[in-house]
């Protein structure tokens, strides 16, 4: 298939899953390795939120789309690995593209935003990534400690906790992921009992191409979609 004949294809792709969804689920659009003109066709078609993994790929289709009315629809989410990347992310300019930052796993990241944000007088939204799977491939607070994270986070003043993320397995069975998306859930509940000032659990952003009906059923209301509006990219 062609890109131009891909690009074409995004808005019936977005539409059908927007009207799949269950009204309090938002679509996200995870855009790693995609093209300004998809992203355009994404928006186009419904979608407001771009998830970036990397700030290279961001800050190019931001400079792009943001001066067009289009983009002023958008919002920008980091969905990378925070702890390889945060230099880049942490840089004033960075921390003014994005509306919220899904990946962090430590108070030590999250008072760094903080501060950082404190200088260019803005409080961000962050999730805490739970690796409820606890893989040691992956990054994420661990579940028990998730809820002492959370506690330690409200006390920040320049970042809002806003609600939890996880990822489940990308390829193979999407049942493989019912126990990592019901743990997280689980913890959800809990910090959202606890009602603790600065904290408000919003936000529950679980599964993707593969997994996020499943999730959906386990109580996500956010879901990060590739490869089912974009082309199946190259790794």
Known sequence: MTVKKNIELICDKVRRILEELPADVT?????KGRTAGEIRKAVAAGVTIIGENYVSEAKQV??????REIG?????????????????????????????????????LATEISDRCAKIDKTMPILIEVNSGRESQKA??????TERLA????????????????????FGDPENSRPYFVNTRELFDQLKSLDAEN?????????????YKIAIEEGANMVRIGTKIFRERKE
């Open 140 to 145: 994420g607070v661990l579940p028990e400690h």
């Open 72 to 108: 002023k629809k958008i919002q920008w989410h980091f969905i990378g690995v925070l702890g390889k990347a945060k230099h880049d992310v942490l840089r004033r300019k960075n921390l003014r593209m994005f509306d919220m930052i899904e990946t962090v796993d430590s108070f030590e």
């Open 62 to 67: 931001y400079r792009q789309l943001r001066g």
């Open 199 to 211: 904290v408000e659990m919003k936000y529950l952003s679980m599964g993707m191409t593969n997994s």
């Open 27 to 31: 679509l996200e659009a995870a855009a």
């Open 151 to 170: 506690l330690d986070i409200a006390g920040l003043s320049n970042v809002r906790l806003m609600g939890l993320m996880t990822m489940g397995p990308r």
